[in-house]
T-cell receptor, first 112, second 111 residues
Framework: KQEVTQIPAALSVPEGENLVLNCSFTDSAIYNLQWFRQDPGKGLTSLLLIQSSQREQTSGRLNASLDKSSGRSTLYIAASQPGDSATYLCAALSGGYNKLIFGAGTRLAVHP | DVKVTQSSRYLVKRTGEKVFLECVQDMDHENMFWYRQDPGLGLRLIYFSYDVKMKEKGDIPEGYSVSREKKERFSLILESASTNQTSMYLC??????????FGDGTRLSIL
């Protein structure tokens, strides 16, 4: 059974710092790994999708990497801003029916 | 862009009522999912469907059922609502190789 873990559970940093959020998964037989952002009381917004054959994806200040062999993905946020404050979730698409399995999330607070 | 639309943002119902939550996607995705999200428990999969009229139980299916009569629509049904089903409900869709796309969520309160 696929299990997804995110570390740290919460993070508070001053504006301008570069950040690394970690995601690990137990079953390397994934189709893809996806990072989401969730603002309080809202749905999930997709940030980056890494297919199983890829090593990384970039969008603006965000960069996500995938290492299937070690069961890890990282989300790198450059030059953090207060507007980046949100919960970040990773999800592995795996299993015979392509279920999305989520980690518990990292709650990020960026203060001015 | 993919659009996943949930019928209500907020919903208040009474215990014992039969409750329907509707979800529609516009990208012809094969897979559709219903999750509930509670503080400290994260996102938990209730049911998912990989084709019309097909459904599979997720991690917490008790007290729920689903219906998928058309490819674009996936309904979650609370057969007899109870207070412990008060939660945020999130619908998602995906293709077999693509990523998941979520609706805005329905915050359901059972009184």
């Amino acid at each position: 059974k696929q299990e997804v873990t995110q570390i740290p559970a919460a993070l508070s940093v001053p504006e301008g710092e570069n950040l690394v959020l970690n995601c690990s998964f137990t079953d390397s037989a994934i189709y893809n790994l996806q990072w989401f952002r969730q603002d309080p009381g809202k749905g999930l917004t997709s940030l980056l999708l890494i297919q199983s054959s890829q090593r990384e994806q970039t969008s603006g200040r965000l960069n996500a990497s995938l290492d299937k062999s070690s069961g890890r993905s990282t989300l790198y946020i450059a030059a953090s801003q207060p507007g980046d404050s949100a919960t970040y979730l990773c999800a592995a698409l795996s299993g015979g029916y392509n279920k999305l399995i989520f980690g518990a999330g990292t709650r990020l607070a960026v203060h001015p | 862009d993919v659009k996943v639309t949930q019928s209500s943002r907020y919903l208040v119902k009474r215990t014992g009522e039969k409750v329907f939550l509707e979800c529609v996607q516009d990208m012809d995705h094969e897979n559709m999912f219903w999750y509930r999200q509670d503080p400290g428990l994260g996102l938990r999969l209730i049911y998912f469907s990989y084709d019309v009229k097909m459904k599979e139980k997720g991690d917490i299916p008790e007290g729920y059922s689903v219906s998928r009569e058309k490819k674009e629509r996936f309904s979650l049904i609370l057969e007899s609502a109870s207070t412990n089903q008060t939660s945020m409900y999130l619908c998602a869709s995906s293709s077999w190789t693509g990523g998941g796309h979520f609706g805005d969520g329905t915050r359901l309160s059972i009184l």
